[in-house]
């Protein structure tokens, strides 16, 4: 196997380069979407508990959308208690949370670090029941990700490059002759 590696160095070297090359682009551009759309978004608090709003107004998919919803549900009936509080002067409840969106987007350091953290999404809601102002912070799952390995097979060396999205991973393999390999896989359970 060593001797089938050596022999196809040069190939092995090409296909890792590409592969990391494509990794950090595709880091670069997830980063620089994640951080241009890390804007605190001011919602109703009636809306959050709707899954057409939450995933309208964040920008998620539908499933994300109702995992959100839920946690936010737990939020709502004290299950989930805050990491943080502080309070702020304004006119109304709304003004509020205008202000402590503004405050969060500045970064402003007289918010607790719970409210300015980095994360992929934030929402602010005006909470008319216990009148305060929520600040919900959420971390998507990063679940994109670039592969590269090695296959050996049937006395050859392939060399592969790969990516993932969620559940579902895909390989592309070569090897030094032309011959050509593939592989797809799910993931049935994550824990």
Excluded at 25 to 43: A, D, I, N, S
Excluded at 92 to 109: G, R
Aim: hydrophobic share 35%; net charge neutral; glycine share 6%.
């Amino acid at each position: 196997m060593l001797s089938e590696i050596k022999k196809h160095k040069k190939i092995i070297i090409c296909i890792v380069v590409a592969a990391v090359l494509l990794g950090g682009g595709l880091y670069f551009y997830l980063h620089y979407k994640t951080t241009t759309e890390e804007q605190p978004k001011v919602m109703k608090y009636e809306d959050t508990t709707n899954p057409t709003a939450v995933q309208k107004t964040l920008d998620v998919d539908s499933n994300t959308a109702g995992q959100l919803v839920k946690q936010i549900e737990y939020i709502h009936d004290g299950t989930i208690l805050p990491e943080a509080t502080y309070s702020v002067t304004a006119s109304t409840l709304d003004d509020a949370a205008t202000k402590t969106a503004q405050q969060i987007k500045s970064n402003d350091a007289s918010l607790p670090a719970a409210a300015t953290e980095k994360t992929d999404r934030t929402v602010v809601t005006a909470n008319t029941d216990q009148q305060k102002v929520d600040v919900y912070k959420i971390n998507l799952r990063n679940n994109h990700k670039i592969k590269a390995g090695v296959l050996y097979a049937d006395d050859k060396a392939y060399a592969g490059v790969g990516y993932q999205a969620g559940r579902v991973e895909a390989m592309v393999y070569m090897s030094a002759d032309g011959k050509k390999a593939g592989a797809v896989n799910y993931t049935v359970k994550e824990w």
